[in-house]
Nanobody
Framework: QVQLVESGGGLVQAGGSLRLSCAAS????????MDWYRQAPGKQRELVAA???????NYGDSVKGRFTISRDNAKNTVYLQMNSLKPEDTAVYYC????????????WGQGTQVTVSS
């Protein structure tokens, strides 16, 4: 049974930082690219950051220079370090696992709420 469990969300003031974690089980973590998505109320889910099996990263334009994605294959965990948070970063953040370089997510986590107050 595949499980992706996000943690680390919460309430933070604008300008603050949070670190999200996503722990995976039931998959061979090292062969999956990992993504962070977010969805704000009334908006579509958008890609925040992605990291390939080889460690290459990609970021959405709105978070470049502020967020950093990383992975620890020994711990089957992907992280999202979020700095200089803005109220518009408020959303539910989801992690997703993609086999290799496939374009679509195979497995999703349940999401974690991030709220940034002004």
């Amino acid at each position: 049974q595949v499980q992706l469990v996000e943690s680390g969300g919460g309430l933070v003031q604008a300008g603050g930082s949070l670190r999200l974690s996503c722990a995976a089980s039931g998959i061979i973590f090292s062969i999956y690219s990992m993504d962070w998505y977010r969805q704000a109320p009334g908006k579509q889910r958008e890609l925040v950051a992605a990291i390939t099996t080889g460690g290459r990263t990609n970021y959405g334009d709105s978070v470049k220079g502020r967020f950093t994605i990383s992975r620890d294959n020994a711990k089957n965990t992907v992280y999202l370090q979020m700095n200089s948070l803005k109220p518009e970063d408020t959303a539910v953040y989801y992690c997703g696992a993609r086999r290799g370089l496939r374009p679509s997510v195979d497995y999703w986590g349940q999401g974690t709420q991030v709220t940034v107050s002004s």
